[in-house]
């Protein structure tokens, strides 16, 4: 007991000292974030992010400022719960209200291929790539999370630009399907980008289509996407905080998530 309180004790204090820094992985929720267009045939389309006025002191109203929010659960920088995918609607702790939330604290496995998709914004991360990363930094750890870091965080401010939607079909890179089962033999926890969604722009041309919804969920494993910052964080060595809201039986939920890093 008198250990995990002196480890608690340091972690506060490095916090303190700013030998441990918080990178804020998350990109700010609001009117003008950019909204994901769902498939037609596959549902209704979100709505924008809203905030109704309830009472407002700044227009005399009392002594409080409070909205009703209206957002979808995958609006911005989100997390995805198994059970947003009909592969993961099996698992009875695939819903944002009954993951065990030690789950939400894992390490971090960060793979930089900005140069790669400044060249071809379609482009693929394959085994090759995760490979040679672990060439570099060992093997990708067991229950931690493999974020992509595309740079295409520098896109959230333009919609148009961060969608990149010709003739219907999405320019963004993500995984391919042996990526993603890669991933799985490493029992990762999840897999995050900074794109819209975790999958490829065109990820209905895989087999099978969606990976990284589709095998990823189908194992109980998370996604995250609309992530920020990602050039803040090492290739290994940090900690990420990925704790959605307590929505019951929720598929997903935007989120503040944040990294540790050692200085």
Not at 95 to 121: G, H, L, Y
Not at 160 to 182: I, M, R, W
Not at 244 to 259: C, N, Q
């Amino acid at each position: 007991m008198q250990a995990s309180q002196n480890v608690l004790k340091d972690f506060t204090a490095c916090l303190g000292t700013g030998a441990i820094c918080v990178v804020d992985l998350t990109h700010p929720l609001g009117p003008e974030t950019p909204m994901i267009r769902v498939p037609e045939g596959h549902g209704n389309q979100p709505p924008p992010v809203q905030l109704e006025p309830i009472a407002d002191y700044r227009d005399n109203s009392g002594y409080a400022r409070w909205s009703t929010l209206i957002v979808a659960e995958h609006a911005g920088t989100h997390f995805d719960a198994p059970g947003h995918w009909f592969t993961g609607a099996k698992y009875k702790d695939g819903t944002t209200d009954s993951i065990e939330p030690k789950r939400f604290v894992a390490p971090a496995s960060v793979i930089d291929c900005t140069d790669e998709v400044d060249r071809n914004a379609d482009f693929i991360l394959g085994v090759e790539h995760l490979e040679e990363w672990e060439g570099k930094y060992g093997i990708i750890e067991k229950g931690s999370w493999l974020l992509f870091r595309s740079g295409w965080a520098r896109r959230f401010s333009d919609p148009a630009s961060f969608l990149n939607q010709v003739n219907g079909t999405y320019h963004s890179p993500g995984p391919d399907p042996a990526a993603v089962q890669f991933l799985l033999d490493r029992d990762v926890c999840g897999y995050g980008t900074e794109t819209i969604g975790t999958d490829h722009g065109n990820a209905a041309m895989f087999d099978p289509v969606f990976p990284a919804h589709n095998l990823m969920h189908g194992a109980n494993k998370f996604g995250m996407s609309s992530l920020n910052n990602l050039d803040h964080l090492p290739p290994v060595g940090s900690l990420v905080v990925t704790a959605p809201l307590k929505i019951v039986e929720g598929s997903g939920s935007p989120l503040r998530a944040f990294g540790f890093v050692c200085e």
